[in-house]
């Protein structure tokens, strides 16, 4: 079943709101939707940029973070050229809004560079540190999303741990599938309340889809004792690889293509479960009138 409203492993028992630590750093992950893969080459940062677009074509304040830390390409699968990322602002070459790149559709996009002083600023950010300039800007935002590398670095787990949920992007190839399985043990030790769901990408038909799904979450289910919701399917289309050579969103290039409608479909689901969740009294608080 595709988790569309999928919960997370909080604790719900009467007491806990009491946590006000909990609450706190569960809201900071409630606005940010992290995508992660197990390998690199099966679309996750192509999905991460239309996907942000998409959202913010809802009317959704959108900030896209290029986390991957790595291998950094979202402002080019945009076409644009950013004067400054996170790590100028880090080591004081730059105030903060010069770091964010106004891209299409009034989306922003923030990234970050492998420096050590950047990754420690996007660590602070995404954990709410008082006083930081992007945790400020993530509060601001209606949704967060976070482009983390692919495989199972040190970086990418620790990064993840700020997320709810961490899209897992997957294709139907066996070595997908078992790079997929490894960072989901992988992110699962590190933060066992990590609430994880699969997007499979380039698939040929449904059918394919669930297979590869059914797959994965044999495998979680019997080797991590948890099962692996699935948030999506999205098709094989030859409009996305198009979009990507003219470094131009695929939602732009080809808003008409079955790949950008999905996508759009997908980025409402996660706008509207982020207005649900704002809209939802803290625990322990009954509804008052109008509510």
């Known amino acids: ?31 940010i939707l992290g995508i992660a893969s197990g390998k690199g080459g099966v679309g996750k940062s192509a999905l991460a940029v239309n996907l942000a677009l998409a959202a913010a074509a809802t009317g959704a304040s959108t900030l896209l973070i290029d ?47 492998g420096r050590a002083a950047a990754v420690a600023a996007l660590e602070r950010g995404l954990r709410g540190a008082p006083g930081e300039a992007l945790g400020a800007r993530i509060d601001a935002r209606s949704l967060t999303v976070l482009d983390l590398g692919a495989g199972i670095g040190a970086g990418v787990i620790e990064l993840a741990r700020h997320c709810e949920p961490v899209w897992l992007v997957a294709t ?22 990590l609430q994880l769901e699969l997007v499979v990408n380039r698939a040929t038909d449904r059918a ?16 991590l004792d948890r099962p692996l919701p699935l948030r999506a399917i999205l ?34 689901s996660i706008v509207e479960e ?13 509804p008052g009138p109008g509510l």
């Open 208 to 223: 394919t889809g669930e297979r590869t799904h059914r797959a994965l979450d044999r495998l979680t289910r019997r080797f």
């Open 235 to 268: 098709p094989d289309d030859p409009a996305m690889g198009q979009a990507v050579a003219r470094q131009t969103p695929v939602l732009l290039d080809a808003p008409n293509a079955p790949i950008a409608r999905r996508i759009r479909l997908l980025a409402e």
């Open 1 to 31: 079943m595709i988790a569309h409203q999928a919960q997370g492993l909080r604790d719900r028992r009467p007491g806990a709101s009491a946590d006000r630590g909990a609450t706190s750093a569960a809201e900071a992950r409630g606005r």
């Open 67 to 113: 986390g991957d830390l790595g291998l950094a390409n979202a402002d080019l699968l945009m076409g644009l050229v950013p004067g400054f990322d996170l790590g100028d602002f880090a080591e004081g070459r730059c105030a903060f809004e010069a770091a964010i790149v106004a891209g299409p559709g009034r989306l922003e996009l923030l990234v970050v560079g």
């Open 172 to 193: 139907p190839e066996p070595t997908s599938l078992a790079d997929a399985y490894t960072t989901a043990k992988q992110l699962w030790e590190r933060e066992p309340a």
């Open 274 to 286: 982020r207005r649900a969740r704002r809209a939802r009294p803290p625990a322990g608080i009954a």
